[in-house]
């Protein structure tokens, strides 16, 4: 029941430490360069910038996470199991498939990452700006 726990609990912080700093970081490099103002539209660019950025860094993880969950442990001995823990899962893929081999499915997991996060931060700002919070 609790296969694959750890590479999820990774993936997790790994996704919040990505997307919300990617996100401010995106937003106020495109105003601090007056490329576009505050509104709407600067929310959905920094949110799909944050969402590639987010995608780039959950992929290996994704990629592991499945791989160690995926693998057959009913009924097989822990030493004849193909990944021993993520880390060696992880080794495994570099050795055999080069680190191309951990962003297998990166554009599903980017077309799945994507609109979670321009939904999230544009509910985010909408719902700011509506209590009159200023923009940061």
């Excluded at 970081?25 to 949110?47: Q, W, Y």
């Excluded at 509910?123 to 009159?132: D, N, T, V, Y």
Aim: glycine share 8%.
């Amino acid at each position: 029941m609790y296969t694959g726990v750890g590479p999820t609990v990774k993936r997790a912080a790994i996704l919040t430490a990505t997307q919300i700093p990617s996100y401010d970081h995106a937003k106020h490099t495109i105003l601090n360069a007056e490329l576009m103002k505050e509104g709407p539209a600067l929310h959905v660019i920094s949110s799909m910038i944050a969402g590639f950025m987010t995608a780039l860094t959950t992929s290996p993880v994704d990629v592991i996470k499945t791989r160690i969950m995926n693998q057959k442990s009913h009924g097989v001995a822990h030493h004849e199991r193909v990944y021993k823990n993520a880390f060696d899962c992880l080794l495994k893929t570099l050795r055999s498939e080069g680190p191309l081999g951990l962003y297998k499915g990166f554009i599903p997991n980017w077309m799945r990452i994507g609109p979670h996060t321009i939904i999230t931060f544009f509910i985010f700002e909408e719902l700011r700006h509506l209590i009159g919070m200023d923009p940061v």
